[in-house]
């Protein structure tokens, strides 16, 4: 009873976190609110919670010009999703809902890092990115993912992310692990359509080309297969690589041959059916259906039914 009690308060001072009106009034967040006060130990209602928080906080990056309170906006919304995903994690033990709680927890770390990019530049991502806890890591999986994906891009190059599961995990391995620090990641969506991100990115690589074929004259420029095709740019002719499409400033030394990428990972993800492989999965059936080559490397790890090689 005193457990029940302790957590229908925390409730409680969650929904009074600093929220917009709008957010307060949604149909789905005060339904998975209602639930957690029938059941302060629904894991499951936590993580749903979360992830409509993080989503939430996503919305920033629709403004238009930088604002204070859109900042501390922003945080509270993804404090408010760490808290649940922590809860969700906890009242969740040993179940893919832990699991997931677990992922999507870093998952803010990394909306959060975003955010802190924009408003005050790259060492700031890297600071929010070290609040991280030791030992909180992405599961084996996600972390081959984003290695194998940064190191499929160029030197000095710019790599555009298609979606959560490749956005994250490459922010994560770039930023958190510490590879590839000579590369800018960030999701497309983002570069297209919050102009104050895009402008701090491009003061940082000292120009003023927005287009990716400007920029293109003077490094490489990838596109996550996460995407279903590479992004469609006035032109800009893009190459197909194993797991990115690249155009752009690209040398010899520079192309990784499909055969050295390790799915080591992935294997074990798929032998111990964890959480996350449908999603990396999804990932490298995509690369597959446009690099052919990859199928020798993922034959090495007996992977060739699960990504469809043939």
């Excluded at 996350?276 to 690099?291: F, M």
């Amino acid at each position: 009873m005193a457990i029940f009690l302790c957590n229908a308060v925390l409730a409680v001072a969650l929904v009074q976190s600093p929220q917009p009106p709008a957010a307060q009034d949604d149909s789905v967040r005060a339904g998975l609110w209602a639930r957690i006060a029938a059941d302060s130990t629904d894991g499951a209602a936590w993580l749903e919670l979360g992830r409509a928080y993080l989503e939430r906080g996503a919305e920033y990056h629709g403004h238009k010009k930088p604002t204070p309170i859109d900042t501390v906006w922003a945080h509270a919304t993804l404090d408010t999703a760490q808290m649940a995903f922590e809860r969700s994690a906890s009242w969740s033990a040993g179940t893919r809902t832990a699991d997931s709680a677990r992922v999507y927890r870093i998952y803010t770390v990394g909306e959060r890092a975003y955010i802190d990019w924009e408003s005050a530049g790259s060492s700031a991502a890297t600071l929010a990115w070290h609040t991280l806890p030791d030992g909180v890591r992405l599961p084996p999986v996600l972390e081959e993912l984003g290695e194998n994906l940064l190191r499929a891009c160029p030197h000095q190059g710019i790599l555009f992310t298609a979606g959560e599961t490749d956005t994250q995990a490459a922010w994560y391995l770039r930023f958190s692990r510490g590879l590839r620090p000579d590369l800018v990641v960030i999701p497309m969506d983002r570069w297209r359509g919050d102009s104050v991100l895009r402008n701090r990115v491009l003061r940082e690589l000292k120009t003023r080309e927005r287009t990716v074929g400007a920029l293109s004259q003077s490094r490489a420029v990838c596109a996550s297969m996460g995407f279903e095709r590479p992004p469609d740019e006035k032109n800009v002719k893009w190459n197909k690589r194993p797991l990115v499409w690249v155009t752009g400033r690209e040398t010899k030394t520079d192309r990784v041959p499909a055969q050295d990428f390790v799915f080591a990972a992935m294997r074990q993800a798929v032998d111990e059916h964890e959480t996350w492989t449908a999603p990396a999965s999804a990932i490298y059936k995509q690369a597959v259906r446009q690099v052919g080559a990859l199928c020798k490397a993922f034959e090495t790890f007996g992977l060739s039914d699960e990504v469809g090689c043939r």
